[in-house]
């Protein structure tokens, strides 16, 4: 042991350990690790979600930190603090650009430029192989009115990760519970009391309507995230309270009456009325019902409409699984049928579904892009790499425009699909 190398000492270890060296998972991460290409993009995907997650730090017009008439500011870290409301700016900071202050002392991001940072000196699409003509240079080039090129990428790529993780989670979630659902309940074993199905009916809607209908102005005066944790909340007190009341309703033989619900038929039906219209098309007709464009907005309509797939996929894998013994043994152990689905069944069923998620997450952001270019369904202040593509319409000389955009969402589009057929591989080789 003393003169084995590092890999056969971690293997004594885990067996003098007892820790099984052939479990599932490291199985799993085998098979997915002979596929080079998913290993290479899974390493991209991790530079990409550094420069999305630290975008702040490395493209920013407010600097790291400055000394200014004596005082010390971190303006980055303040910054993110104004954001969720906790601070604001000192009176020195609000009428002056940040490059036109006279520091004493000062720690700038390596990208001195913010997306949407407008350059007087620059603008009328500086090329990146020009002289640059401010103080501090624009790498990859600028827009029409000097906005910097390379400082949009990156917040592009904060943009494109959100949009496809934030959508796909929705996407899940709805996906998941209807799809668990429909594979495990079918058309007969889903049974519910009468008093319980009509007040749940009446809570979802009334839920929708007070909820977000209702609401729908308060979008566009407030932030988009907390509004829509405020109607989600009150969907969720509407529908618990109807479902509270629904045990009143248990004295009375008409409403405690058990009524079989075809699941399985219904949702089905539901899943091809959506994959029947193009998804495009859909999300078209949505965005264009709102009053302001936001690209939040974007994010939930492609994930209301993007779960048809992962409910197909848990669908198949539950009229599997229901069936098997260890769930015919919970069963006899008097485990409830939510329990058993919940504990047993869609833990075990969730593999196809991280394989739908990487290709949803690259078809999220290529449509997102696709909006973006179009200059639909997002606000002027939003930044992506759909939109900085967009500029390049506006003058075909502007090649930096076309080749570096596009080329982030080929790249972004690509690994995502990928690392969605790596884990293919690694889940059709189960033994």
């Known amino acids: 042991m003393i003169f084995g190398n590092k890999k056969e000492k971690i293997l004594i270890y885990r067996i003098e350990s007892g820790k099984s060296t052939n479990s599932q998972d490291s199985l799993f991460w085998s098979r997915f690790r002979k596929n080079r290409m998913a290993v290479w993009s899974l390493r991209v995907l991790w530079i990409l979600v550094f420069f999305a997650v630290f975008s702040n730090f490395i493209a920013n017009e407010k600097p790291l930190y400055c000394k200014l008439n004596g005082e010390h500011y971190f303006p980055v870290f303040k910054s993110i603090a104004i954001d969720f409301g906790l601070s604001d700016w000192d009176a020195v900071f609000q009428s002056t650009p940040w490059h036109d ?83 495990y309940f079918g058309d007969s074993r889903l049974k519910i009391s009468r008093g319980r199905l009509i007040l749940n009916l009446i809570g979802v809607f009334l839920g929708i309507f007070y909820g977000f209908i209702v609401r729908s102005f308060n979008y566009s005066e407030g932030s988009f995230g907390i509004e829509f944790l405020k109607s989600l909340g009150i969907f969720t007190v509407t529908f618990i309270l109807f479902n509270l009341l629904s045990i009143l309703l248990k004295r009375n033989s008409f409403f405690r009456k058990q009524v079989t619900i075809p699941a399985d038929l219904l949702i089905m039906r539901v899943i091809e009325i959506m994959n029947a219209m ?126 570096f955009p596009g080329l982030a969402i080929f790249i972004t589009v690509t690994i995502f699909n990928l690392i969605g057929e790596g884990l293919s591989d690694a889940f059709e080789n189960r033994e």
């Open 101 to 183: 202050h006279q520091f004493e002392s000062v720690i700038r991001t390596p990208i001195p430029w913010s997306g949407n940072t407008i350059d007087l000196k620059s603008g009328n699409y500086q090329s990146p192989l020009d002289t640059h003509k401010s103080e501090f240079r624009h790498w990859l080039g600028t827009t029409d009115l000097g906005r910097d090129v390379l400082a949009g990428m990156i917040e592009g790529a904060r943009v494109a990760l959100l949009v496809g993780l934030i959508s796909m989670s929705l996407a899940a979630l709805i996906g998941i519970i209807l799809g668990a659902i429909a594979g």
């Open 278 to 403: 193009p998804g495009l098309l859909l999300l078209l007709a949505a965005v264009a019902i709102i009053k302001q464009p936001s690209i939040f907005y974007v994010m939930v309509i492609i994930g209301l409409i993007g779960w048809t797939s992962i409910a197909r996929f848990i669908r198949a894998e539950l009229l599997r699984i229901r069936n098997l013994s260890y769930i015919e043994a919970a069963r006899a152990m008097g485990f409830s049928e939510f329990q058993i689905l919940l504990k047993h069944a869609i833990p075990n069923a969730l593999g196809p579904v991280l394989i739908t998620l990487a290709f949803g997450i690259a078809s999220a952001i290529l449509l997102e892009s696709t909006l973006s270019f179009l200059n639909i369904g997002v606000s002027d202040e939003d930044v992506s790499w759909g939109k900085l593509l967009s500029y390049a319409r506006q003058r075909e000389e502007a090649w930096w425009l076309a080749v």
